[in-house]
């Protein structure tokens, strides 16, 4: 046996939490790091709110596990609430953002066939996408890296470059049924689908009949400053995959849909053992219960113009360090001159945590419930790792 049991599938940091208070994640040595990572946008009430403690608790003492051979009701709630709230009738509860997608991909397939269209089933993706690492969402996501030796890979994917509208309209045949789009790509570098291109993609879905399924696994749930990121376009999905800050650090994710997109999911044909369970329901319950508090959402757009002022500066002051920043509300992206991979650690050395992704990009993910203070202490760290990052290249 060679190093540790565990695969070696990821590049950790050195580095092992003991306890977090809200964006902030303390080491068993009592070091403390500021969290502009929040677990890759997960922890969206940061660490250890007592609004979430308190509700898993309470769950914890009373029942953890029935099956869905039963009716929960905590399920039941947690549906209506997000129907009430969203385009959609239909809830799915999952325990994580692929298998979300998985659900919203059969969900897709299915509304078809049952409609005697069984050859519509191709989905359209978009390059630089990232949608799980199942066998379906590595052929969705389409990136090499992710789908090298795991073939033969999921047919029925087609894929068309970022933002090429044009490549989009040509993709679609009779055998397409859904185009599958992240509004704001998260791993792929957070590269925001502009509203009016959103616009012409559900206009080119309502003109072929083909279905519209948003994974808003990453940039859902009021990180973008809006309960849902499309809802900046104006527009609505058929299908939408969620997952990550839904359940503030619970494994919990969930396919929404139109009652007409879901006409195809009948008794039998879909299940899951632990999705939408007590305990996931409980904290997903009490998650919605602080993003739908009147005022919430205006906060998460105050402080994301706080971040983003400041970013503008930090990108002005260090131009060989930063070219851009981009996003919206709290999922936004340094776009480096230096190797992405070199900031994070420059930050992380400055006990500020980041999250590197896509086209040299580091990913800022700061809870939803970040202070000023704290935006402004993520600064000064960022200026300083840059101060260190400029003198370490003059040096060299
Ligand atoms: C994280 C992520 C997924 C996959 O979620 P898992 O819970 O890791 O399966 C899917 N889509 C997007 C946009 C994501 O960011």
């Known amino acids: 046996m060679s190093g540790s049991a565990l695969y070696e599938t990821f590049a950790r940091a050195p580095l092992a939490f003991e306890r977090g208070e809200g964006s902030w994640l303390i080491t068993a040595d009592g070091e403390r790091f500021l969290d502009f990572a929040a677990g890759i946008a997960v922890n969206s009430l940061g660490h250890s709110h007592p609004h979430l403690v308190a509700a898993l608790g309470e769950q914890a003492g009373k029942l953890w596990h029935v099956s869905n051979l039963y009716e929960i009701p905590g399920q039941s709630r947690l549906g209506e609430r997000l129907v009430k709230n969203t385009f959609a009738d239909k809830v799915f509860f999952t325990n994580s953002g692929a298998e979300a997608l998985e659900c919203a991909i059969k969900t897709a397939r299915r ?30 996501g389409g990136q090499k890296k992710y789908l090298e ?34 509004p704001v790509q998260g791993e ?21 009949g083909i279905l519209l399924i948003l994974d808003e696994v990453q940039c859902g749930v009021g990180r973008t400053g ?58 997903g319950n009490a998650v919605l219960d602080v993003v739908l508090e009147d005022g919430f959402l205006d906060e998460v757009n105050r402080k994301s113009l706080l971040l983003r002022q400041g970013l503008a500066e930090i990108v002005d002051a260090f131009p060989a360090v930063f070219e851009e920043f981009r996003g919206a509300g709290l999922i936004l992206g340094l776009k480096c001159r230096q190797p992405n991979a070199a900031v994070t650690l420059a930050f992380r050395d400055e006990n500020l ?43 060299a």
């Open 111 to 140: 509304y078809h066939y049952v409609a005697g269209r069984p050859e519509r089933n191709r989905i359209i993706t978009v390059e630089g996408a990232f949608h799980g690492r199942t066998l379906a969402t590595i052929a969705a």
């Open 149 to 182: 030796g795991f073939g033969p890979n999921v047919e029925g994917f087609d894929q068309v470059p970022f933002g090429d509208l044009k490549a989009l309209k040509n993709a679609i045949t009779p055998a397409t049924a859904a185009i599958l789009v992240e």
């Open 188 to 208: 792929g570098g957070i590269r925001a689908v502009p509203n009016d291109m959103l616009k012409a993609i559900r206009g080119l879905c309502d003109e072929h």
């Open 226 to 283: 809006r309960l849902f990121a499309h809802e900046w376009a104006g527009i609505e999905p058929d299908i939408m995959a969620i997952a990550k800050g839904i359940g503030g650090g619970f494994p919990l994710g969930a396919c929404l849909a139109t009652d007409d997109a879901a006409t195809g999911m009948t008794t039998g044909v879909h299940g899951t053992t632990f999705g939408g369970n007590p305990l996931a329901m409980a904290v």
């Open 353 to 395: 945590l980041t999250v590197p992704g896509g086209d040299n990009v580091v990913r800022l993910l700061p809870p939803l419930t970040v202070s000023d203070e704290e935006i402004r202490a993520a600064l000064g760290h960022m200026r300083d790792a840059a101060e260190k990052l400029v003198k370490v290249a003059v040096d």
